[in-house]
């Protein structure tokens, strides 16, 4: 009988010490949590993805109580779990900057040349690492859709070689940016209309020898804009999306066509 | 053996990360800042040594007096979760700042191998307390030593022209096979 009583009795009563002493010691070393982050937690999706920047909902509630991060912080859960935090915080929800992911190359198969044929494995990964994928410029979308296998709401397509991004489906979850080997998938607020589509570095010369649709460099863009929206920075053009209002002048101005003018104009065009 | 063998031998010619290859999962997880690599080296010190003594009691007057010895293993993993929680707790009061920095791998040090093996080895070698706590502390110290190492040497990676396929994990592999050979060099010390 002692042989079982003996290990059950000390096993048992040192995990009553240890436990006693544990709870003991939590009420000693016990943290005042901000009510609120806890608050705020609940409101939140708890999927932890990261989507905010922060290490899980968890960081992303303290950064929202320090007033580190806007009351819309959280990217996935939308203006309505944007309502909610704002509510918790006592601040107006303000505008909720929807943002959209977009691929920022237009370089499809009539307009980009290519370097070389490639007849590999499906996906831009692999492709990239092959002389760093077989658009002449390199800074172009591969068109091999490894986005698109990451999306899970069907938002992105290729179209005629290039992804594209569908506004509507989006949901910022950033799967897309973080797997594009190119890196030139980036957030763009949803109501900008007008996006530089293009990423390359290199001088004008260069890339209209690659392509026809890329951002040559010219500065038209900057100069004409009534906004002053636009810097010029390592030879291409960057709106500053706070700034800009749509007017289009900058569309209209550009002579590759790299200034994005929104799907409609895309649409009536083809028409 | 008196103390300062006991130290040496543990730091250097037995490091538990080099030669004998225990606690390898965060010698790789937290050693990518020196600054982090020193939070956790100071918080296995603290666990191990602070275990090794709790454990060295719990083994002679509480299980060789009832004759089980056989419940080692359980016991000293209950000492070891117990602690860990209770360095969580302090370090979550105390430095909220090393609490985030250490992140997942401050409740892992429960599941490092040293913890338990340190503990275990202190008892197999039949160790008196004092050595227990030498032991325990150069142990941790060598652990330490490797991870600020490690961690040297990763800040410097980014900064190198590593070859595609070898960045990330595939070097910092190789370079701990190269480390560990390089401490092979200390056996025969002691």
Not at chain 1, 12 to 36: Q, T
Not at chain 1, 93 to 108: S, W
Not at chain 2, 81 to 98: D, H, I, N, R, T
């Amino acid at each position: 009988m002692t042989g079982i009583l003996y290990p059950v009795v000390v096993l048992g009563g040192l995990g009553l010490l240890f436990g006693v002493s544990l709870g003991l010691a939590s009420k000693v070393f016990a943290v005042e949590v901000n009510p609120k982050v806890e608050a705020i937690r609940k409101v939140l999706p708890g999927a932890n993805c990261g989507a905010c920047g922060y290490p899980g909902c968890d960081g992303c509630a303290n950064a929202i109580v320090e007033g580190k991060a806007p009351a819309n912080a959280c990217v996935v859960g939308g203006k309505s779990v944007a309502e909610e935090v704002s509510k918790i915080m006592g601040v107006e929800a303000g505008e909720f900057n929807r943002q959209v992911a977009t691929v920022l190359c237009q370089g499809d198969c009539s307009k980009a040349k290519n370097k070389y044929k490639y007849t590999g494995l499906r996906d831009c990964r692999a492709q990239n690492i092959l002389a760093g994928g077989s658009k002449s410029c390199s800074y172009g979308c591969l068109g091999c859709g490894t986005c698109v296998d990451v999306c899970n709401y069907n938002a992105i397509h290729i179209v005629n070689g290039v992804a594209f991004v569908d506004k509507e489906k989006c949901v910022a979850c950033k799967a897309c940016i973080n797997v594009c080997p190119k890196h030139i998938i980036e957030l763009v607020p949803y109501d900008n209309q007008f996006v530089v589509k293009c990423k390359s570095n290199d001088p004008g010369k260069v890339v209209r020898g690659h392509c026809s649709i890329g951002c040559i460099g010219c500065q038209i863009c900057v100069k004409n804009c009534p906004e002053q929206a636009f810097s010029f920075e390592s030879n291409l053009a960057k709106i500053n999306y706070e700034k800009c209002t749509n007017c289009g002048i900058c569309a209209e101005k550009c002579p590759t066509g790299a200034i994005f003018s929104g799907l409609e104009k895309l649409n009536a065009k083809a028409q | 053996m008196n103390i300062f063998t006991i130290l040496i031998s543990t730091i250097f010619v037995n490091n538990y990360v080099f030669a004998q290859f225990l606690g390898i999962c965060p010698f790789l997880g937290v050693s990518n800042k020196t600054e982090t690599a020193t939070g956790m080296g100071i918080a296995v010190t603290f666990v191990v040594t602070l275990s090794s003594v709790i454990t060295y009691v719990v083994h002679h007057q509480i299980l060789a007096r009832f004759g089980l010895e056989y419940l080692q293993t359980i016991v000293f993993i209950l000492v070891i979760a117990s602690l860990v929680q209770l360095v969580e707790m302090f370090l979550k009061k105390s430095s909220p700042g090393l609490y985030s920095a250490l992140g997942v791998y401050l409740p892992l040090i429960t599941t490092n191998c040293i913890v338990l093996g340190v503990a275990i080895l202190n008892i197999d070698k039949e160790y008196n307390i004092i050595q227990t706590i030498f032991n325990a502390l150069g142990a941790s110290i060598g652990f330490a030593i490797a991870l600020l190492l490690m961690a040297g040497i990763r800040e410097k990676f980014e900064f190198s022209n590593i070859p595609k396929p070898l960045q990330g994990f595939p070097i910092s592999l190789i370079t701990a096979g190269l480390m560990s050979i390089a401490f092979l060099g200390f056996s025969g010390l002691v």
